[in-house]
């Protein structure tokens, strides 16, 4: 009877069956954004040669406060660098009358004295060869900037707040020349600790810092809804975290250098439902897809359609288990007919049954 099951005409509940086997493929890179495309880098502020903050979560401020040229164990070379101010109205464009009274009080009232045994004082204006302006407080018996100062550069960049041996150093905010702002904790003139970087078109990073890079737990929103939270590792998100998008998809699970990678759930917008396993931004793996209707596959996944062995329950109890490929039923198979409550072995190719094999 076996030969004569591939020439039969399909029952009924065969038939329906076969209406339920469309593509379920999962196409989160090709039918959404990726998570790389979220974010696109700005280009270099050469004046202050740094990169100003970028999406894509690399070195947002990097070396903000250049004091390369300044060996501040030498007090002989910082007096060589720094120049009591004489002219205050001109130094390449840079006027000490653009550190307002406003700003000096709001200062001096923001931060705080270290709580050290260094004695400061307040000094006039200081113009440096790298063509920065200084005012605030100075360690007298070592010509170091420390305590609280502003400092601003020709490019109208300015940072505001605590400084410690001629290092940006505690708490202090600074204003990029392209209205980019970073208000936070410091350390050797670097963002160290916790910090908020927000950007001139809205987009904004608040969490964790380590040496300029955000490290550790922390939160990222753009203007068109879209959101992260999680955890971040060198200025990438590396982790558990969470990514929201404006359209409702949610993912929740494992990123590794910006991607989506390793065991995570994505639930989309249509309401199916994804958990397993992702391979940089992809379904790939093993994992269980359940659609709102009931149906549910369970198996295999490459490049985020189903490739492998699995099982497609569809919602009236009819079941598939065995080989797909690209997305579809491909290989030796077994079926189970509810109605008739027998299992029925074929082969399919491209999601078509071509025989039966009992």
Not at 84 to 97: Q, V
Not at 278 to 290: D, F, Q, S, T
Not at 314 to 336: H, R, V
């Amino acid at each position: 009877m076996g030969c004569l099951c591939t020439k039969k005409l399909k029952t009924e509940e065969e038939a329906e069956f076969e209406q339920n086997k469309e593509e379920i493929g999962i196409y989160i890179t090709s039918n959404y954004d990726d998570i790389e495309n979220k974010y696109k880098t700005n280009k270099t502020n050469e004046n202050l040669k740094t990169p100003a903050i970028a999406k894509k979560s690399k070195t947002f401020v990097s070396s903000i406060i250049k004091n390369e040229e300044i060996d501040i164990n030498n007090s002989s070379d910082l007096e060589k660098e720094c120049l009591k101010n004489n002219n205050p109205n001109s130094n390449n464009g840079i006027n000490a009358n653009q550190i307002s009274q406003e700003e000096l009080d709001d200062l001096f009232l923001k931060y705080k004295p270290f709580n050290d045994s260094v004695i400061v004082e307040i000094r006039p204006s200081t113009f440096c060869e790298n063509q920065t302006i200084y005012y605030g407080e100075w360690d007298k018996a070592n010509n170091f900037r420390h305590g609280r100062g502003i400092q601003l550069w020709p490019d109208g960049s300015k940072y505001s707040g605590q400084w410690k041996n001629n290092n940006a150093s505690g708490k202090g905010k600074l204003l990029h020349s392209n209205g980019d702002i970073y208000e936070g904790e410091w350390d050797n003139n670097k963002p160290n600790g916790f910090g908020e970087y927000i950007r001139e078109d809205g987009n904004r990073y608040i969490g964790e810092w380590k040496n300029d890079k955000q490290d550790g737990k922390g939160e990222e929103t753009w203007i068109d809804g879209s959101k992260y939270e999680g955890e971040f590792k060198e200025g990438k998100k590396n982790g558990f975290g969470k990514f929201t998008w404006i359209d409702g998809n949610i993912y929740e699970g494992n990123f590794k250098d910006n991607l989506m990678d390793g065991k995570g759930k994505f639930i989309f917008n249509d309401k199916r439902v994804y958990e397993g396993d992702l391979v940089k931004n992809r379904i790939e793996g093993k994992g269980v897809l359940i659609f709102p209707d009931g149906r549910k596959y369970e198996g295999e996944f490459k490049n985020d359609k189903k490739d492998g062995y699995g099982i497609f329950t569809s919602n009236d109890g009819k079941i598939y288990k065995g080989g797909w490929k690209n997305g579809k039923q491909n290989g030796e198979g077994e079926l189970y007919l509810p109605k008739k409550n027998i299992w029925k072995k074929g082969i399919w190719e491209n999601g078509k049954r071509i025989k039966w094999l009992n």
